[in-house]
């Protein structure tokens, strides 16, 4: 496969880099331990700071209003190999739940696990439900078949159609929902509020970490996307259309959720 030699590169220099500061925490701190030097707190936070160091992952989110272009990006960055889409990018509101790629080191394996969005109901964070493997659909991956690997992504796209008390209760607020074109008395919401996407690429697998959002209003419904995932993130690409330019509506995500951060 051919990837991008600079981003690889850079990539390459960063672990690097990673692995010499964490040799050097190392011999301080039992060069401190050895000669008494160092309190037990003190100790301890070296041991933390190089914990830290060693499951580093560079995180980069996308965020802005729909359609603007972030999950082709992607495509382009990550997957250009497969002379195909692999994540589903069209016009119109097409991401419905926010995408996480990266590789499963631990596992060692690729995979498309989903969060249901009837799990809202239930009083837990996502990080918290990312420990209770029972609550997620999960679906394998084959890096070699573009064409399967594409229809399992389509998933990320997936709505479902419910009454807007339903809807409500879930979480999302009247302005943000899409009425059913086929039963207009009911309205369309996400089928899934969360995706994992890992798959077996040079980069995810040296620990970069990718945060596809989807645009309209899911960075209002769904709090610790801006209370703590793309805060989190190493870097935020916020995408606009060169046709259209800075709308209102870009502009109001930039400053409620994003300029906070
Ligand atoms: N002309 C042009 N079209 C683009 C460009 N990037 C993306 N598109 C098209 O714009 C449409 C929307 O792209 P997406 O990647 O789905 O947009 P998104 O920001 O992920 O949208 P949501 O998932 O709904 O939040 C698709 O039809 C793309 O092919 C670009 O640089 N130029
Ligand atoms: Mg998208």
């Not at 060693?54 to 972030?70: C, H, M, P």
């Not at 059913?180 to 890992?198: G, M, T, Y």
Request: aromatic share 6%.
């Amino acid at each position: 496969m051919a990837h991008n030699a600079s981003s690889l590169d850079k990539i390459d220099s960063f672990h690097n880099w990673k692995h010499g500061l964490l040799e050097q925490i190392d011999a301080y701190r039992h060069w401190l331990s050895e000669t008494q030097m160092a309190s037990e707190d003190m100790l301890n936070r070296l041991v933390r700071a190089s914990e830290a160091l060693q499951k580093d992952e560079l995180t980069i989110a996308f965020v802005g209003e729909f359609s603007r272009g972030k999950t082709e990006l992607i495509n382009a960055l990550l997957l250009s190999d497969f002379q195909q889409r692999i994540l589903p990018s069209k016009a119109g509101r097409t991401t419905m739940c926010p995408t996480e790629l990266f590789y499963d080191r631990v596992r060692d394996t690729s995979y498309l696990r989903l969060l249901p969005i009837e799990s809202r109901r239930l009083n837990l964070t996502i990080s918290e439900m990312k420990e209770k493997v029972d609550l997620w659909n999960e679906f394998s991956i084959e890096n070699d078949h573009p064409e399967t690997m594409a229809a399992v992504l389509q998933k990320v796209a997936e709505v479902v159609s419910v009454e807007e008390s339903e809807a409500r209760a879930l979480g999302f607020s009247g302005s943000s929902l899409e009425r059913d074109p086929v039963n207009p008395e009911k309205v369309l919401i996400p089928r899934w509020r969360h995706a994992e996407l890992s798959f077996k690429h040079p980069l995810l697998e040296q620990g970069l970490r990718i945060l596809d959002t989807p645009g309209l209003n899911a960075l209002g419904s769904e709090p610790e996307l801006t209370v703590s995932m793309i805060p989190n993130a190493q870097a935020v690409v916020f995408m606009l259309s060169a046709d259209a330019g800075v709308t209102a509506s870009d502009m109001q995500m930039w400053t409620d959720h994003i300029a906070k951060t």
